[in-house]
């Protein structure tokens, strides 16, 4: 089969592999439909992490073409959406809503989904299938379910956006964008989109923005607070993973307020005198995708969001080069990639 | 009257200062009837906070003398108890329960209450009375609800300490142990308490902690998952404010747990790569002890719970160095002062 490899940082290629196989009596193979490149697969691209002849991507929808002896759930056929983290489902975290952190956890990145076909361990607790087969125009929407969408999901409710709620958004890339619309599909009142990128300030007004501050760092606080009474926002989403963006969510967060992180941290250290003061809650790190898997599938089936819209690129996956190049030089938000 | 002020670190002197007077409508004036030393009083008197000429104390309990001319719910002659911030209780962020981050907060450690009367600021909102003038016995535990119990109280709910769960509590000081009773009082089924101290050992058993851990840091975290199958508390109050104390209650805590910090952060910095990876809910800084200000006096009041065993040392205002020396050479636990 074919299938993306980054052998150096920059350096990302289409190759032959082995077709995948079933190895454990949990797992399905799938016949990948759609894949994507994710805002995280630029971290290794642009050197911030090692990389070396590594098989990219852990984003996918597809139909199973075989099931382990074990799985009792999915049957050959089923169109699946699945979660970046493989999990078990049963264990005492996935229980609680923590699929990412099951203690049986395998991450799909190490598997690698830019390809034609990926096995999926774990295939009862990590797939989810749709109710048929969809129709092609929801392939983009339902291939975001499996960590943009879900992750933006997933920041807006540990954000705890909801009815009465000001939002602010920081980071304007496409897990911040899928904030946006958690947010205000979540009932927030209004959501202050943090963007320079006219494109995106376009995308963000669409998904349900109310507001844009164009500032960073902290003069996006001031702004931000100048928008809240003075108090800052209720809730903040945090969809970048720097410094600068970890410190402006806090500041910009009212005391009592929720922050939530999803950006991949790289170099963050919270000074704790800061944090102490500013009484926030903070809650964050790899989405539990697969906790609202059923949920998004269903609004996605029925049409009633549409975050396929985010990806502004569409590729074979024979040219995944430059899907990568377009998103690192930002002229594409996020690029899709067909099989 | 006489108050306490240190002059520097270490130099704590009971001197002859002014009376207090009302200079705000809204101040009520009190006759203080206990004080006490906090943990926090002890990092500038360590020299870790420059201080010069300061007077001290926050937690205080009293009778009010006299009250400005917009004061309405609190009369001369009440027995009151305060928070250690003075809030208005009107405005939005005390509407919410974040009565310590009131937008005209006043913090009463700069007027000081270690001392014979002290002025309270925004008194409506500050102070609540008790149904009557109480019994001599009930003194120091109402005294706690000023701050320690209060603190170690918001430690616990900002933990989510509850029915079903496993609270881990880091620090054995005086709002470690507060932080037990708390976390029992809410309903958790077990609460495993970090002690190296025979004497505090036996004072978390009395107040409800079911398990001691005696490691620090990293081995006490591999220690707490070996008491939890592994996966770690649902809970853990971080109450010292050191690196090591916060690092040890974020990777003692499960994915999804929730860390209630209360420790006054002194050179934390939280590296953004394991605090990601943790998956934990983190809340904390200066508690608004005003939101349970009614419901841990009516705890005392009933003698539903004993929260003035914590105090291990009783002394007379103008012995106030001592107190302070003995907590200092960890001689006590915490000391009381009476005026």
Redesign the interface.
Known sequence: MRAVVMHEPGDVRVEDRPDPRIEEPTDAIIAVTAACVCGSDLWPYRGAESVHDQVMGHEYVGVVEEVGPEVSTIKGGDFVVGSFWASDGTC??CR???E??C?HRVPMGAIGTQAQRARIPLADGTLVATPAMPDEDLLPSLLTASDVLGTGWFAAVAAEAGPGKTVAVVGDGAVGLMGILAARRLGADRVIACSRHEDRQALAREFGATDIVTERGDDAVVRIKELT???GAHSTIEAV?T?ES?MQAIGAT???GHVG?VG??????????P????????????A?VRRFLPELIDLIWNREIDPGRVFDLQLPLEDAAEGYRAMDERRAIKALLWP
Chains 1, 2 share one sequence.
């Open positions: 005492e975290i609680s809503g923590y990412a952190y203690v009474d003075g108090l993973g410094q970890m009212r005391p009592g992180f991949v941290s790289h170099d963050v250290a919270i000074p704790g005198g944090l102490f003061m500013a009484g926030v809650h903070l809650h964050g790190g790899p539990p």
